[in-house]
């Protein structure tokens, strides 16, 4: 995206910026603000509706790769292991 330039300007008793067209993030959203040097950067917070999206996605993902079943020559089983007894611990 091209840059583009805005003037700041007073709203009640804080410093703003109006976002140009195609910059912006959506009316309501909530936007983390973090200075790197000179540099201000806005980063979308996620909201509950896309969190629960990622986690439906993520699911079904791991549901898919569930079903493809065991890799051949993948982990193997181990012997099993009893731990000598600690006292103390």
Request: aromatic fraction near 6%.
């Given at each position: ?9 007073k ?20 936007v983390?603000?973090?200075?790197e ?6 980063t979308?917070?996620?909201?509950e509706?896309a ?6 996605r ?16 993948g ?15």
């Amino acid at each position: 995206m091209p840059s583009t330039t805005a003037r700041t300007f007073k709203s009640g008793n804080s410093e703003a910026v109006r976002l140009p067209k195609g910059y912006g993030f959506g009316p309501g959203t909530e936007v983390r603000i973090e200075r790197e040097g000179g540099r201000v950067v806005l980063t979308p917070i996620d909201s509950e509706a896309a969190l629960s999206e990622k986690r439906r996605r993520f699911d079904a993902m791991i549901a898919r790769m569930v079903a493809l079943g065991p890799v051949p020559g993948g982990a193997q089983q181990r012997d099993e292991f009893e731990a000598p007894d600690r006292p103390g611990l």
